[in-house]
């Protein structure tokens, strides 16, 4: 096999390698003897062992060596000078690949896949990158890889594009998949429609839709305390508002109550009923159910979360405690623009049940993927429940402080470099991955891509009217 490099130094798990060709780079998987690492960072060095010129030093983490075809830990560090060579395409797939596999792209710079472990979907993962960079082209080939593997799928879309991305992928593959769309605020022929019931609607909720101020939130709070079970409509709200006593609240206060629900009710008739739509039906295994909410409001979309989320928990605990309307799949979760639900300063009852997914989703079943372009506005509770971590190209600052705070699993040079990852290109650390970090080249999921927007125009007729000149 070729030489690439030579080791200099090595301390612990970690060895700074000579580096002697070009195709070595940060995400190169290298073979040092019997022992695997992975090019962590890179930088140009002097010192008397390598000679007085600057040479280039990789700093690789050694993960350990291949033994009865799993990956034996290192428990003492590298010999010095030991000659250094690329991984092959078969070492990759020996130490990537497990029982059962799923893959996302390419290793980086290889023809190798990058296998993944399916198992560990309820640790929760995170895909997070600027915007642009393939969030959801990653997210795309995640859902596909689940489904074919038969785990039902249930996305909050808020751009609307999902149905486009999956369809593409399934039929480029041929994967025998169902996919369902339910339509949010906004029908459209030949969709279900998602229906929330009025009773998931805590008064903090309402104060997404209709601002309250903090008498007529008290006053909310008391006509909500009236009803028993989780039978009403928003008209049902109406009516108990009226009947409030003046003795309690003043006049005005229940007047502007009532005039703010009327306007909700109107303008989210067809959103909120009674029941809400069964959300154990929609869990069924090869199917992905989109719900996509790209037209609809922030209040209701926050809503959409906050529903899904409690049902779906809910369900599988049903399930566990043998009782009725269960969800009989395990299942993933995925949420786009989460920042939007799962903001540490936000107060509505979405994140408090993403909240609870991230802590107890693993125990019945539920893994959660959260994806968003602001991580820094994730709650680090939520965020550091996610154990695989999927990143791709970030540059600002308080994004990065807020990972290397949030991910145990990953170092700090990793994610300083994260800027010079280019468009598809990920690096994948945590639970779901057998070593300790691999960068790798998202599959194109071949939808025609989009014009970029241009200004172009061809300049208007002018008209003149009369002697007056032009307008
Ligand atoms: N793996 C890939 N291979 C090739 N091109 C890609 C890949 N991923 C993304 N792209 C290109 O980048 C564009 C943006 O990708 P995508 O919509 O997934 O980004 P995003 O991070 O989700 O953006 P947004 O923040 O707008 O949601 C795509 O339209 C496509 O042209
Ligand atoms: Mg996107």
């Known amino acids: 096999m070729e030489t690439v490099g030579m080791v200099v130094s090595s301390k612990g798990r970690e060895a700074d390698i000579l580096v002697q060709d070009n195709r070595v780079e940060t995400g190169s998987i290298l073979r040092i003897g019997d022992f695997?690492?992975?090019?962590?960072?890179?930088?140009?060095?002097?010192?008397e062992k390598i000679g007085s010129k600057q040479k280039l030093i990789a700093n690789v983490q050694v993960f350990g060596k291949l033994g009865n075809n799993r990956l034996l830990k290192i428990k003492k560090p590298i010999q010095p000078?030991?000659?250094?060579?690329?991984?092959?395409?078969?070492?990759?797939?020996?130490?990537?690949?497990?029982?059962?596999?799923?893959?996302?792209?390419?290793?980086?710079?290889?023809?190798?896949?990058?296998?993944?472990?399916p198992n560990e979907y309820d640790r929760h993962t995170a895909i997070l990158a600027?915007?642009?960079?393939?969030?959801?082209?990653?997210?795309?080939?995640?859902?596909?890889?689940?489904?074919?593997?038969?785990?039902?799928?249930?996305?909050?879309?808020?751009?609307?594009?999902?149905?486009?991305?999956?369809?593409?992928l399934v039929k480029e593959e041929n994967i025998d998949i169902d996919l369902e769309v339910y339509t949010v605020k906004y029908p459209r022929k030949g969709f279900r429609e998602l229906k929330i019931p009025v009773s998931i609607l805590s008064p903090e909720d309402f104060n997404h839709f209709i601002q309250l101020t903090e008498p007529q939130k008290t006053a909310l709070e008391t006509v909500l305390d009236k009803f028993e079970g989780g039978d009403y409509l928003l008209q049902d709200i109406i009516d108990k508002t009226e009947g409030l006593s003046q003795k309690d609240f003043h006049e005005g206060t229940i007047r502007a109550l009532?005039?703010?629900?009327?306007?909700?009710?109107?303008?989210?008739?067809?959103?909120?009923?009674r029941y809400g739509t069964d959300i154990a039906g929609i869990v069924k295994p090869y199917q992905v159910t989109i719900i996509d909410a790209s037209y609809a409001p922030q209040g209701v979309r926050q809503s959409v979360v906050s529903y899904l989320a409690s049902e779906l928990l809910e369900g599988r605990?049903?399930?566990?405690?043998e009782m009725s309307n269960p969800i009989n799949y395990e299942l993933l979760f995925v949420v786009e623009e989460a920042h939007n639900y799962a903001s540490s300063k936000l107060s509505h009852s979405c994140r408090y049940q993403l909240q609870r997914i991230a802590s107890e989703g693993r125990k019945f079943g539920v893994g959660l993927c959260v994806i968003s372009q602001k991580p820094s506005k994730i709650d680090e509770e939520i965020l550091s429940q996610c154990n695989t971590g999927i990143y791709m190209h970030i540059?600002?600052?308080?994004?990065?402080?807020?990972?290397?705070?949030?991910f145990e699993s990953i170092n700090d040079e990793i994610i300083r470099d994260l800027d010079s990852l280019d468009v598809g290109e990920c690096i994948i650390a945590g639970a779901m991955n057998r070593i300790p970090f691999l960068m790798c080249s998202v599959d194109d999921v071949g939808v025609k891509r989009e014009h970029r927007r241009k200004f172009d125009y061809e300049r208007e007729d002018k008209v003149q009217v009369a002697s007056s000149g032009y307008v």
């Open 36 to 47: 695997y690492g992975i090019v962590a960072h890179m930088r140009y060095r002097e010192d």
């Open 81 to 117: 000078y030991a000659e250094v060579c690329l991984a092959s395409e078969k070492d990759l797939g020996d130490m990537l690949s497990g029982e059962r596999n799923i893959s996302l792209g390419n290793v980086y710079g290889t023809k190798a896949r990058a296998f993944l472990d």
């Open 130 to 168: 600027s915007t642009g960079a393939g969030k959801s082209y990653t997210a795309a080939n995640l859902i596909k890889e689940f489904l074919s593997l038969s785990l039902p799928v249930i996305v909050v879309d808020t751009h609307g594009e999902y149905q486009r991305l999956l369809s593409h």
């Open 258 to 273: 009532k005039r703010k629900l009327v306007s909700l009710e109107r303008g989210f008739r067809n959103v909120f009923d």
């Open 317 to 321: 605990i049903r399930e566990k405690n």
């Open 395 to 406: 540059t600002n600052p308080n994004d990065k402080d807020h990972i290397r705070r949030s």
